[in-house]
């Protein structure tokens, strides 16, 4: 498999996703603030590269001090090759490859926002050649394989092989705060089959256990911005023990999640996995229980006519095919909305199908709780609005106190994350619902993604040796 189908980018780079939307919303006051506001970072780079270098000589074995870019980026710093060249990469459990910006890398504006890997100034890079690639949604990055020697956190890593990116696609590339990816998912995934170098981790012996684990700050103020411990777990930053689940695949961290509750009411809808994916700021999930989310929360509606039209013709037909006890599958094809593919005997996907298909979910959730018909279809009716129409969706940042707790069932604890937790201020002026969709088609999906939303409440390990993912309160 050479590409990897994820929404890391759509999430990582909100802050230039949303500078559009600043401009359209305010007067010209707010461009100067954003562009004062770029300024200023550019200052704290270099604070940070000081800081860096006074924290390299106190750094203990397998520790990778993370900073933190306003809860939407995490990036530590790597070396590679003999004298040693420096970068800053993103440690990325969501994808397998590590990569980084190659001195070769010319054709993309991207390649001069970056430190760039120099392969003829390192007298241990070996060449290998061959190409690979790596896709993350609309984004993509290609280049040869090189071999070298990587330092991370104090541990040298021999003969580790890498792409050195010299295609960096995409428009989001030069946002990045980091040269390239450190993966740390599965070989399964792993673009040219490559060896991950949490493996050569393992395999060269420079790691007690085979487990790491990993420790986001949400408190943007502070100086520490999360930490990654190779071979073990820090209990300075957890509270309580890890509940564990096994991985359920290997490719992503990927294990079964239950369902999701509102205020302590299950929404019903359940058995979708999940993978935790420290590459994605937000919590990504299926578009049929994002949308319950964001109306449960009352994030930003759109009027959405062809939904509801739909509702309209259709609803008491599938409400009353449900309370026959039709199999849910069937309804959409039966009442003609879906045609149903004759090979493969799946639903071929147009808009009226997949909405079709999304009005029986809510139904389903519904029909046992909410006593009358007109309450129902008037429930489906509002959800019809908080289709997310653009991503990630807009909330007040005045009700925050007023919204609602939602919490994730995994292992049989109930993960809960407050309106504090799971909505994202931007820039002063705005604040984002943390709850994204994204959907992912079968075979792969649907799949929720527990991006740095979830991961900056709840400290995560990842345990190698037994397959297993452990989550506790983060401290
Ligand atoms: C190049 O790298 C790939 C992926 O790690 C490896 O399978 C292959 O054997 C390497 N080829 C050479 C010539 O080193
Ligand atoms: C999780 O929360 C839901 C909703 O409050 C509740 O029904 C369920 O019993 C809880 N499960 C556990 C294990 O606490
Ligand atoms: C029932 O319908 C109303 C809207 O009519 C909605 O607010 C509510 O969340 C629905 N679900 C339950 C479980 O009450």
Same mark, same amino acid.
């Given at each position: 498999?050479?590409?990897?189908?994820?929404?890391?980018?759509?999430?990582?780079?909100?802050?230039?996703?949303?500078?559009?939307?600043?401009?359209?919303?305010?007067?010209?006051?707010?461009?100067?603030?954003?562009?004062?506001?770029?300024?200023?970072?550019?200052?704290?780079?270099?604070?940070?590269?000081?800081?860096?270098?006074?924290?390299?000589?106190?750094?203990?074995?397998?520790?990778? +001090? !993370?900073?933190?870019?306003?809860?939407?980026?995490?990036?530590?710093?790597?070396?590679?090759?003999?004298?040693?060249?420096?970068? /800053?990469?993103?440690?990325?459990?969501?994808?397998?490859?590590?990569?980084?910006?190659?001195?070769?890398?010319?054709?993309?504006?991207?390649?001069?926002?970056?430190?760039?890997?120099?392969?003829?100034?390192? =007298? /241990?890079?070996?060449?290998?050649?061959?190409?690979?690639?790596?896709?993350? $949604?609309?984004?993509?990055?290609?280049?040869?394989?090189?071999?070298?020697?990587?330092?991370?956190?104090?541990?040298?890593?021999?003969?580790?092989?890498?792409?050195?990116?010299?295609?960096?696609?995409?428009?989001?590339?030069?946002?990045?705060?980091?040269?390239?990816?450190?993966?740390?998912?599965?070989?399964?995934?792993?673009?040219? +089959?490559?060896?991950?170098?949490?493996?050569?981790?393992?395999?060269?012996?420079?790691?007690?256990?085979?487990?790491?684990?990993?420790?986001?700050? =949400?408190?943007?103020?502070?100086?520490?911005?999360?930490?990654?411990?190779?071979?073990?777990?820090?209990?300075?930053?957890?509270?309580?023990?890890?509940?564990?689940?096994?991985?359920?695949?290997?490719?992503?961290?990927?294990?079964?999640?239950?369902?999701?509750?509102?205020?302590?009411?299950?929404?019903?809808?359940?058995?979708?996995?999940?993978?935790?994916?420290?590459?994605?700021?937000?919590?990504?999930?299926?578009?049929?229980?994002?949308?319950?989310?964001?109306?449960?929360? $009352?994030?930003? +509606?759109?009027?959405?006519?062809?939904?509801?039209?739909?509702?309209?013709?259709?609803?008491?037909?599938?409400?009353?095919?449900?309370?026959?006890?039709?199999?849910?599958?069937?309804?959409?094809?039966?009442?003609?909305?879906?045609?149903?593919?004759?090979?493969?005997?799946?639903?071929?996907?147009?808009?009226?199908?997949?909405?079709?298909?999304?009005?029986?979910?809510?139904?389903?959730?519904?029909?046992?709780?909410?006593?009358?018909?007109?309450?129902?279809?008037?429930?489906?009716?509002?959800?019809?609005?908080?289709?997310?129409?653009?991503?990630?969706?807009?909330?007040?940042?005045?009700?925050?106190?007023?919204?609602?707790?939602?919490?994730?069932?995994?292992?049989?604890?109930?993960?809960?994350?407050?309106?504090?937790?799971?909505? !994202?201020?931007?820039?002063?002026?705005?604040?984002?619902?943390?709850?994204?969709?994204?959907?992912?088609?079968?075979?792969?999906?649907?799949?929720?993604?527990?991006?740095?939303?979830?991961?900056?409440?709840?400290? /995560?390990?990842?345990?190698?040796?037994?397959?297993?993912?452990?989550?506790?309160?983060?401290?």
């Amino acid at each position: 498999m050479g590409t990897k189908f994820r929404a890391a980018v759509i999430t990582l780079f909100l802050s230039s996703l949303l500078l559009p939307l600043v401009f359209s919303e305010s007067n010209d006051g707010f461009v100067r603030v954003e562009l004062k506001k770029f300024k200023l970072d550019e200052n704290n780079r270099n604070a940070d590269r000081l800081t860096r270098q006074i924290l390299d000589s106190k750094i203990a074995r397998g520790i990778v +001090r !993370l900073k933190n870019y306003q809860n939407m980026q995490y990036y530590g710093e790597i070396s590679i090759g003999t004298p040693p060249q420096k970068f /800053t990469m993103g440690f990325d459990t969501g994808s397998s490859n590590l990569w980084i910006t190659s001195s070769k890398c010319y054709f993309y504006r991207a390649c001069y926002y970056h430190s760039k890997y120099y392969a003829r100034r390192s =007298r /241990t890079y070996k060449a290998n050649g061959t190409y690979a690639m790596v896709g993350y $949604g609309k984004d993509s990055i290609s280049g040869k394989i090189s071999q070298d020697n990587v330092l991370v956190g104090g541990l040298t890593i021999k003969n580790q092989d890498f792409i050195e990116a010299t295609k960096l696609s995409g428009p989001e590339h030069k946002n990045t705060k980091y040269d390239g990816l450190l993966g740390l998912g599965f070989q399964e995934i792993s673009s040219g +089959r490559v060896v991950p170098i949490w493996y050569n981790m393992m395999n060269q012996g420079l790691v007690q256990n085979p487990v790491f684990s990993l420790w986001l700050n =949400r408190n943007t103020e502070e100086e520490e911005g999360g930490q990654v411990v190779f071979g073990g777990i820090d209990p300075k930053h957890h509270k309580g023990d890890h509940t564990y689940v096994p991985v359920t695949r290997k490719g992503y961290w990927e294990f079964d999640m239950g369902d999701v509750s509102v205020n302590g009411k299950p929404i019903g809808v359940s058995g979708f996995s999940a993978m935790v994916d420290s590459g994605t700021s937000l919590l990504l999930g299926p578009t049929v229980v994002i949308t319950m989310l964001n109306h449960a929360i $009352g994030a930003e +509606r759109e009027d959405n006519p062809k939904c509801k039209s739909i509702v309209r013709m259709y609803g008491k037909t599938i409400l009353n095919m449900l309370l026959v006890k039709e199999k849910p599958k069937k309804i959409c094809p039966l009442i003609g909305l879906c045609r149903v593919d004759g090979k493969k005997s799946n639903n071929i996907r147009t808009f009226q199908c997949n909405t079709c298909e999304l009005i029986v979910v809510w139904m389903e959730s519904q029909y046992k709780r909410n006593h009358t018909e007109d309450c129902i279809l008037n429930y489906i009716d509002q959800l019809c609005d908080s289709m997310p129409a653009r991503q990630p969706s807009l909330v007040n940042c005045l009700q925050i106190s007023s919204m609602p707790i939602v919490s994730f069932l995994i292992g049989g604890r109930n993960f809960t994350l407050s309106p504090k937790e799971y909505v !994202l201020p931007i820039g002063g002026i705005a604040c984002i619902s943390g709850f994204s969709s994204f959907d992912i088609a079968p075979p792969l999906g649907p799949i929720w993604t527990l991006g740095n939303v979830f991961m900056g409440r709840y400290h /995560t390990v990842f345990d190698h040796g037994k397959m297993k993912v452990g989550f506790a309160d983060a401290a």
